[in-house]
């Protein structure tokens, strides 16, 4: 009987952290977007990644412990003109062959004011990693449901994106704004289905 107790309580430690922390998040891709704006001949050109997921450990109440990783697939990249998305996959700007993945990690969280959140972070695209602030509004926060928006501003030579003739900024600008929404579900939900 004490063993069948033992291993009643070993079990109940084991799965008592997924059962009482929501802290994990799995995010919905149908209900989240990650778009960018960039700017060619003083006209903004307008771009998403179709095709994105992460690790996110978010909770409000303990953003020391909170981290989050981000994976882009970059040849899910689309724009208003089908032959810019196209351009964007070749060697001298994303080049998809050699570098798929656009990479966001952070653990560096910062409270801003009541619903709005700062993160510094890592960026990682065409290989060069560079510290980055994110900034987002946590408009949603329940036990089973997370919504956030934020946005973040880049320069796209800094992380080679624009090789040859294209490093000049006369025609495409230098800065970059990319904008996100994350709608998620807490994973423990998930993994009840």
Request: no cysteine.
């Amino acid at each position: 009987m004490k063993i069948f107790f033992k291993k009643i309580i070993a079990v109940g430690i084991l799965f008592f952290p997924l059962m009482t922390f929501a802290g994990d998040w799995k995010i919905i891709p149908k209900e989240s977007s990650i778009t960018f704006t960039a700017t060619q001949n003083n006209s903004p050109v307008l771009g998403k990644f179709t095709d994105f997921n992460g690790d996110i450990h978010f909770d409000p109440a303990q953003l020391k412990t909170s981290h989050v990783r981000i994976v882009v697939n970059m040849a899910s990249v689309t724009t208003d003109y089908a032959d810019i998305a196209d351009t964007l996959k070749l060697a001298d700007w994303f080049d998809i062959k050699t570098y798929p993945q656009a990479i966001f990690t952070t653990s560096d969280f910062v409270k801003k004011g009541d619903k709005s959140y700062q993160a510094n972070g890592i960026l990682t695209i065409r290989d060069k990693a560079i510290p980055v602030m994110m900034t987002f509004t946590l408009d949603e926060f329940t036990q089973n449901k997370a919504h956030a928006e934020g946005s973040v501003e880049l320069k796209r030579l800094a992380f080679g994106v624009g090789q040859g003739e294209w490093k000049k900024t006369d025609n495409i600008k230098d800065e970059v704004k990319v904008n996100f929404v994350v709608n998620a579900n807490a994973s423990q939900q998930q993994d009840h289905h």
